[in-house]
Nanobody
Framework: QVQLVESGGGLVQAGGSLRLSCAASGIAFSINGMGWYRQAPGKQRELVATLISANTVYADSVKGRFAISRDNAKNTVYLEMNSLKPEDTAVYYC?????????????WGQGTQVTVSS
């Protein structure tokens, strides 16, 4: 089955950087998209960045600070996070969207905590 393994979260001071990785395994169909969402305490899960259908989308709050990239050979997606702010503190979840026939299937990682101290 599809599994997503995230790594790279942790505690960092404001202004610092972190790099998240998410490796997908068990992929048997075409990948339509991979990306990252996050969820802060008491808030809804929100999009951070995604590579989907050849498009790159960033949340306005992270534009210019975060960069998403993907290694197709490794089925791995990365999130380079720079100039981190306390409001970036959240659990970060990666996802992969597969296409089987014309039906999309979305799978999620277990989440990795990112904490930015002021």
């Amino acid at each position: 089955q599809v599994q997503l393994v995230e790594s790279g979260g942790g505690l960092v001071q404001a202004g610092g950087s972190l790099r998240l990785s998410c490796a997908a395994s068990g992929i048997a169909f075409s990948i339509n998209g991979m990306g990252w969402y996050r969820q802060a305490p008491g808030k809804q899960r929100e999009l951070v960045a995604t590579l989907i259908s050849a498009n790159t989308v960033y949340a306005d709050s992270v534009k210019g600070r975060f960069a998403i990239s993907r290694d197709n050979a490794k089925n791995t997606v990365y999130l380079e996070m720079n100039s981190l702010k306390p409001e970036d503190t959240a659990v970060y979840y990666c996802y992969v969207q597969l296409i089987r026939g014309s039906v999309p299937y979305t799978y999620w990682g277990q989440g990795t905590q990112v904490t930015v101290s002021s």
